[in-house]
Nanobody, 121 residues
Framework: QVPLVESGGGLVQPGDSLRLSCAAS????????MSWYRQVPGKQRELVAS???????NYADSVKGRFTISRDNAKDTVYLQLNSLRPEDTAVYYC???????????????WGQGTQVTVSS
């Protein structure tokens, strides 16, 4: 329904950092909850982190203390700072956003296209 454009993935070594970005594309949007998920081939997609419009956050235990989620409501954008990366963090990372369009009484759940993060020496 509402396109989410992701960027920032790449190939890095263990211990390195990356910053992922995801922006809701469109005008007259009210973006509510925003989240990051990740998925490895053959495995279930898992929630990594989420952030409310008021910037309340929660994290998966596996990334707590290493990753930081943040947002800029003026830009309709969510970020994920990935520090101290490990090989087991390798996955496709997807952003997700709950969005209300102007004039609509219903929220929609929207997904980004995914960005590959590979951690290898």
């Amino acid at each position: 329904q509402v396109p989410l454009v992701e960027s920032g993935g790449g190939l890095v070594q263990p211990g390195d950092s990356l910053r992922l970005s995801c922006a809701a594309s469109g005008n007259n949007l009210r973006v509510d909850l925003m989240s990051w998920y990740r998925q490895v081939p053959g495995k279930q997609r898992e929630l990594v982190a989420s952030i409310t419009r008021g910037s309340g956050t929660n994290y998966a235990d596996s990334v707590k203390g290493r990753f930081t989620i943040s947002r800029d409501n003026a830009k309709d954008t969510v970020y994920l700072q990935l520090n101290s990366l490990r090989p087991e963090d390798t996955a496709v990372y997807y952003c997700q956003a709950r969005i209300l369009r102007a004039g609509s009484p219903y929220y929609s759940t929207n997904w980004g296209q995914g960005t590959q993060v590979t951690v290898s020496s």
